[in-house]
């Protein structure tokens, strides 16, 4: 999250409400590939009712979180950039680009140096925060410098994901040193509604291609109850969360497919595919490896399976990878 460990200081243009104290935009995401890459995710618009409560839950908390921050004694908010702060105060569209996010972020102006301020905020942390590091930067030509210190808080189950606060200090002349906090707080994309298995399942077909082989083997799952656990446990599974994640280099996939139908001969009502990469152990799904799903022929948000296939092959008594 750093954005002070280098030498030079990259300026980053930033949205500015001039006559607030604290203001607040939403994070932008990107998209990509995987497998060796990078795996992104990109976040839907908060369209549902859960969806606006958490992006709203994410926008106050990020402005909750700048009110944690106490400053030294004789420190002044002010209501933009302090001027003479060489650009090291220009607060950033976002901490953290690639998530669902709300911004929030505040100035002040201090007396003192900026070690001996930060010092003093580092004394007295905000409520409820871990530090999660600090950084320093410095311009040979101008001969500034700035430093910065990071806190987050735990997330909050199903509404809030990583919530970070990042405090940066320069020299602004005259004995007073600038200060910017800028907080992120990520709200949880939920589930969508419509990326449901249908409860008409009556049959689950359950088939393992493996590389170079012409079946890998498959089962027919048929007995009510253990469909009803199969339907109820993949319908429980998280949506990926938006994010950009440096992914190994996978190779030879094993793909298990499970098509769930009304019956025997009727169409496929939902499709699921799982990539197993070699050593092919059924290794947990993740960022990197996650389950798409098809409903009504229609792709549907990828999940974050875990280890959903340990837990299918237990409800059957059986293996399938």
Request: hydrophobic share 40%; net charge positive.
């Amino acid at each position: 999250m750093h954005r002070l460990g280098r030498i030079i200081v990259v300026l980053v243009v930033a949205v500015v409400a001039a006559s607030a104290a604290v203001a607040i935009s939403a994070a932008a995401t990107f998209g990509g590939g995987a497998d060796g890459r990078q795996q992104t995710v990109r976040p839907p618009r908060a369209t549902s009712p859960k969806a606006k409560s958490n992006q709203r839950a994410a926008r106050l908390d990020a402005a909750s979180l700048i009110t944690k921050l106490t400053l030294p004694a004789g420190a002044t908010r002010v209501p933009a950039e302090p001027a003479h702060d060489h650009g090291y105060l220009k607060p950033m569209p976002v901490l953290e680009l690639e998530s669902a996010s709300e911004t929030a972020h505040a100035w002040w102006t201090a007396p003192g140096d900026p070690a001996s301020v930060l010092a003093a905020i580092e004394a007295n942390p905000p409520a409820g925060a871990t530090q999660d590091g600090s950084g320093s930067a410095g311009n040979s030509k101008t001969g500034s410098s700035a430093l910065d210190v990071d806190y987050q808080w735990p997330p909050i189950a199903g509404v809030l994901g990583s919530r970070v606060l990042q405090v940066t200090v320069t020299s602004i002349g005259g004995g007073r040193t600038g200060v910017l906090a800028e907080s992120q707080s990520d709200w949880i994309v939920p589930r969508p509604a419509s990326e449901r298995i249908p409860a008409a399942t009556r049959v689950v077909q359950i088939a393992s291609a493996v590389p170079g082989a012409a079946d890998g083997g498959s089962v027919t799952v048929t007995r009510d109850g253990q469909i009803r656990s199969i339907v109820a446990l993949l319908n429980r599974l998280p949506i990926e969360q938006p994010g950009v994640t440096p992914c190994p280099l996978l190779s030879d996939p094993r793909t298990i497919t499970m098509t769930f139908r009304g019956r025997a001969s009727g169409p496929a009502l939902a499709v699921l595919r799982f990539a197993d990469y070699r050593p092919w152990r059924a290794a947990d799904s993740n960022q990197c490896a996650p389950v798409e799903l098809s409903i009504g022929g229609r792709r549907r948000p990828e999940l974050d399976g875990g280890d959903f296939i340990k837990r299918i092959e237990r409800i059957i008594g059986l293996s399938i990878t």
